[in-house]
């Protein structure tokens, strides 16, 4: 399936960002985004390999006709491009930046900005993985009708103390973000999103605006000085500045962090045995 949903002059490029030290996980044996959770099936006698978390996030992507993604790594995590390669295992092609600020994601995203900017973004996190399989088609496919610079992929939130939870107004508009609150009465997090190049310049322009502000002078950027800084922050700053955020709402829609060691098993068991495995 090929170029759902986008406008025919803009390219569609996927982003990852694989910044994270998986420290609630730690010791792992390789990066948490190249840990095994499942299986593909290959050649004529469906010899099983090993299917790392990542694969499915691409997966998802390449059935929407992303055949190009980005992958920011942290320093040390050469595991990564080792494993996938050139992405030929995923029918894409990879390429591979390395993050400097290690501040939120933003930052980390913003390290692929002279490359993307003029693009289409498809965007999701490479530790997480989700149903249903094609919501990238559906986020494209809404982007394309209603042409907002931003369209969130919204799903039923699972731990909303460690997400960002997506305010809806009565129309079922997105007006705003709540992070990680403690409690909420909000019910749905954004697990993936496509932006255009309008969101691109904004966040980049959001990002460089915040390290010529804390920039030290003396001494560049003290990292305990920084506030970590969320997708969901720029996206809230997005909206103060009237840029369009759309959504498609999966009620129906799952998705899994393997950030704790329960939540690996729970992968384990939901990509070989179905999403009714979760516990």
Request: proline letters at 6%; hydrophobic letters at 40%; a negative charge.
């Amino acid at each position: 399936m090929q170029n759902i949903g986008k406008e025919p002059h803009l390219e569609l490029v996927g982003l990852l960002p694989a910044g994270g030290k998986a420290v609630r996980v730690s010791p792992l044996p390789c990066s948490k985004e190249i840990y095994p959770v499942g299986f593909r099936h290959m050649g004529e006698n469906g010899i099983s390999h090993p299917k790392v978390v990542c694969h499915y996030l691409l997966e998802n992507m390449r059935s929407a006709g992303v055949t190009k993604a980005f992958i920011i790594l942290r320093t040390g995590k050469w595991d990564i491009p080792a494993y996938l390669r050139n992405g030929s295992i995923m029918d894409m092609h990879l390429g591979y930046l390395l993050m400097e600020f290690p501040f939120g994601v933003p930052y980390t995203l913003d390290e692929a900005y002279p490359f993307v900017r003029d693009a289409i973004v498809a965007f999701g996190f490479p530790d997480i993985i989700f149903s249903p399989n094609d919501a990238f088609v559906q986020l494209l496919s809404q982007q394309s009708r209603s042409r907002a610079e931003v369209v969130l992929g919204l799903f039923p939130a699972r731990q909303p103390q460690h997400v960002d939870m997506v305010d809806l107004d009565a129309d079922g508009r997105v007006r705003g973000f709540q992070i990680k609150p403690l409690r909420t009465r909000l019910r749905y997090t954004w697990i993936i999103a496509v932006w255009t190049p309008v969101f691109t310049r904004f966040m980049h322009e959001y990002v460089s605006a915040r390290i010529k502000m804390n920039k030290d002078d003396e001494d560049g950027y003290s990292i305990a000085d920084q506030n970590e800084l969320f997708v969901g922050d720029v996206i809230q700053a997005a909206i103060h500045n009237d840029i369009q955020v759309d959504k498609v709402l999966f009620t129906n829609g799952k998705y899994l962090d393997i950030g704790t060691p329960e939540d690996m098993v729970n992968a384990v068991q939901i990509t070989n045995q179905g999403w009714e495995k979760l516990i």
